[in-house]
């Protein structure tokens, strides 16, 4: 939703003023940090002040009739961001009032401007020198508005020289030729070239381009290549990993990815001086768009001069002063280690071309470079998270997030969602998401995260609209191609699943989670080939191996084969703990204590939940211990559980509201409490086919649970349709327990509904995929008992049929005595 439509109006209120058109919030002429959404819902409150606005009101401004935004969080958040933008807490209530059950109204007197007359009252500033890209930082302050330009002339207003001098970059740096100013649009493409470094200080290597990359990363108006795209296309043109990506090289690559400019730089050193250049060239011809020099006094000041010229370029190469105004934190906010920002780099690269697991002691040792360097905390949690460690990841997301008003808008948006994600607030992420989405509509992450949303929630086809977004912006992205075929699967569409998959193969994508996803599909297409190959592939490898072995258990477990299975899962325990992910280790270990419950595999269960928590008691782990010692009959012991998890996610609505219920309904069916279950599992109906944390396990518990309660209450026709959703959904139950046993217990319900050709078919379909399995699984000795007893029923039926059948016959021909 827009602002309301009033460009030239400013309002005054205190020591603030609010610009309309520009969207700038300032305090005494100092620009206010306010993110877009808080700045429509004060604009609206400001202009109607002394008016009530009521909460209805500010959802239709913010978000019109979208149904997923969570409305009162929203609002709350945003009124919150106005709060600590205008220093008015809710206690003062200065210029904000909060009236209970109704919305809120602006209470300081305000006074209306004109466009015209402000600007009349306040001189303007005009800008000659070109504006460089983007970077994750604070706004500078500078109250400026770019230079016209006609027919390839650049006009300078004494103004603007004053303005050069101001930032120590030469009036000579520019460099226009015969191009306008305005060189790109919103949808071109730049890539960035390394720096020519010849100062012979390696701590330069790698660092400024990374540097050059983040400022200009923060930028709504620019896009700057990905390093993913980067490497594949550096692939497709025969070169190898590591690639030095010289001025000729990138715009090799500008010219093969469709892009329009390439941006280099130089340092050199004079004697403790250093001089840098920045150029922007086309790479369709060659052009020079602009360039910027300037000169750093030490070695500490290097970072802070690139900010002030990547500023310079932003303007030149076509984006707004406003924009740059509002986008314009100085890279050594992120951080002002060159070594840190070095090793973070170097971590990048090793994350596109290695993976998750060999890019962590690079981002580690940034962040003991610079205890404050939030982007690689962040980063590091999404590692971490991705090779489930999740305790582990919202440490570091927490130490991010508490870092996060030292970082740039985008980098403060990145930060936020990943603590959100981790903390599980779906309601706050989402608001934080559409946020995102607003001030950065061609970022892939924001569409990738309301993706996972949409699948927790198994809301799979609107999940899929996300990710499709996604894999838009960012194709060169691995993970895009993940989510994607998972999503796919769980729609029962596994030939669009295998398209997607290979098509990241084809562009020599590859992952752990996509041989995850592979190895999926393999199992629904029963291809056991291509489950191979996945598991073949992933040995040795950190972080993948560990993952494709318990996939292999699961699988070993679903065709009754415990015996495979736990030697699968040792070598999956043993695998990670090597790895140092002791997390993943316990993980592995209680998804397998699941698999003995549910095949009353009392003992071992108990066995494996121990050693699972003594590995770690992370919150997943204590979640999956809780629902398998419900399972086996442990419920004083469950419930303790979660307690004590309910203490430690008090805001965690992935727990809360997908986990919890069916927790507490396996607890009270451990009771013989089967109404007290269903009543639990009330709640979650809506969302009872998602799949919530941790992804990919324990999947469609609810409606296993559901029909476990009725088969207890002899209720078998509501007992097989909650059982037949299993069966219905392949490719979100996959190889788990409840999979599998789900066609047991359906024969037992049709058995009870009196459908006894029903049941002897499930019956029949169960035994089929369990004719290899362990003989001494009690779950398999009770149903070859079952078939055998229909079977004999069956028998005894046909028997008593004929009978019936021939004495009429009998009768009917039997003569009267006379």
């Known amino acids: 939703m827009d602002t309301p439509a009033q460009p030239d109006l400013v309002l005054r209120f205190g020591p603030f003023e609010l610009n309309v058109a520009a969207e700038e919030l300032r305090e005494n002429g100092t620009l206010r940090r306010i993110p877009p959404q808080p700045f429509r819902v004060l604009f609206l409150l400001a202009d109607r002040a002394g008016q009530i606005v009521t909460r209805k009101e500010i959802r239709h401004c913010l978000w019109g009739d979208r149904k997923y935004v969570d409305v009162e969080h929203g609002i709350n958040f945003c009124v919150s961001q106005i709060r600590g933008a ?15 059950r109704r919305g809120y109204c602006f209470v300081a007197p305000t006074v209306r401007l004109a466009g015209a007359a402000h600007k009349a009252a306040v001189p303007e500033v005009q800008a000659a020198t070109p504006e460089p890209e983007a970077s994750p930082e604070a706004p500078v302050g500078i109250t400026a508005r770019p230079a016209r330009f006609s027919h390839g002339m650049l006009r300078i207003p004494a103004a603007a020289v004053m303005l050069l001098a101001l930032i120590s970059i030469p009036m000579s740096s520019l460099k226009i030729g015969n191009q306008p100013l305005a060189a790109l649009t919103e949808k071109d493409w730049v890539v960035v070239a390394d720096f020519a470094n010849t100062t012979g200080e390696d701590a330069f290597d790698d660092s400024l381009r990374q540097a050059l990359a983040i400022e200009l990363r923060q930028s709504p108006f620019l896009n700057v290549l990905a390093d993913a795209k980067v490497r594949a296309t550096l692939k497709r043109m025969g070169r190898p990993d590591g690639q030095r990506m010289t001025p000729d090289v990138a715009r090799d690559v500008c010219l093969r990815t469709g892009s329009k400019a390439v941006l280099d730089g130089k340092i050199s050193s004079l ?76 971590g990048l690269k090793v994350l596109v071309s290695k993976g998750d697991a060999p890019s962590i002691p690079f981002f580690l040792r940034a962040t003991e470079l610079d205890p404050d360097f939030s982007m690689a905390y962040a980063t590091l949690a999404a590692r971490y998270n991705n090779l489930d460690q999740p305790g582990q990841a919202l440490r570091l997301a927490t130490k991010a997030y508490e870092l996060r008003d030292r970082v740039s808008e985008r980098e403060r948006l990145v930060i936020t969602t990943r603590y959100l994600r981790l903390t599980g607030q779906l309601e706050k992420l989402t608001q934080a998401l559409d ?61 669009e699943a295998e398209q997607t998959l290979n098509a990241a193969f084809a562009q020599q994508l590859d992952s752990g989670g996509l041989r995850w996803a592979a190895y999926d599909l393999g199992f629904v297409q029963k291809k056991p080939e291509l489950m191979a190959q996945q598991a073949q592939w992933a040995v040795g490898k950190p972080g993948s191996e560990d993952i494709l072995l318990s996939a292999q258990a699961d699988t070993e477990g679903y065709f009754g084969r415990l015996r495979k299975a736990r030697e699968l899962t040792r070598r999956a325990v043993d695998s990670a703990v090597r790895s140092d992910y002791p997390e993943a280790a316990a993980l592995w270990q209680v998804n397998a204590a699941l ?42 012991q469950a419930e303790i559980i979660v307690n004590e998890l309910q203490v430690e996610n008090p805001h965690n609505s992935v727990f809360t509201r997908f986990r919890l219920p069916s927790i507490v309904a396996a607890i009270a069916l451990s009771r013989g409490n089967p109404a007290r ?86 019956y029949e379909s169960f035994l089929a995929l369990w004719k290899d399995a362990d003989l001494d699984i009690p779950i398999r000795v009770a149903a070859q008992k079952e078939y055998a007893d229909m079977g004999r029923r069956r028998n005894a039926d046909s028997r008593r049929l004929r009978i019936h059948t021939r004495m009429p016959a009998l009768a009917t021909n039997a003569q009267p005595r006379s």
Request: charge should be negative; aromatic fraction near 8%.
């Open 271 to 346: 004697g403790s001086h250093y001089l840098m250049s920045l150029n922007a060239v086309a790479c369709d011809g060659g052009d020079a768009l602009a360039s910027a020099q300037g000169e750093a006094a030490r070695r500490d000041d290097v970072l802070t001069t690139l900010s002030r010229m990547a500023t310079q370029l932003r303007a030149a190469l076509g984006e707004s002063l406003r924009s740059v105004q509002k986008f314009d934190v100085p890279v050594e906010v992120t951080t002002g280690s060159l070594e840190a920002l070095k090793s973070y780099s170097e």
């Open 677 to 762: 279950a269903l009543e639990s599992l009330e709640v979650i109906r809506p969302y009872e086919l998602g799949e919530p944390s941790p992804s990919g396990l324990a999947p469609l518990y609810p409606p296993y649970l559901r029909g476990l309660a009725y088969l207890s209450m002899h209720d078998g026709a509501a007992a097989s349709v909650e059982f037949n959703k299993l069966l219905d959904n392949p490719g979100i139950a996959l190889n788990f327990p409840a999979a599998v046993l789900a066609r047991l217990y359906l024969a037992r319900a049709y058995a009870l509904a009196n459908a006894p050709g029903k049941a002897t078919t499930i």
């Open 86 to 100: 205008l220093h008015d807490p809710a206690e003062l209530s200065r210029y904000i009032k909060t009236v209970p």
């Open 595 to 636: 698999r003995e419950a549910e095949f009353s595999e009392i003992r071992e269960a108990r066995n494996d939940v121990r050693a699972a928590l003594a590995l770690s008691a992370g919150r997943n782990v204590k979640m999956l211990a809780a629902l398998t010692l419900a399972r086996i009959g442990d419920a004083d």
């Open 435 to 495: 946020m995102w989405t607003s001030e950065y509509p061609r970022d892939a992450g924001p569409h990738g995260s309301l993706g996972s949303n949409y699948a927790f929630m198994g809301e799979y086809a609107k999940s899929l609209a996300e990710w499709q977004t996604a894999l838009r912006l960012a194709p060169d992205d691995v993970s895009m191609y993940e989510n994607l075929g998972v999503v796919y699967l769980a729609l029962n569409r596994p030939l």
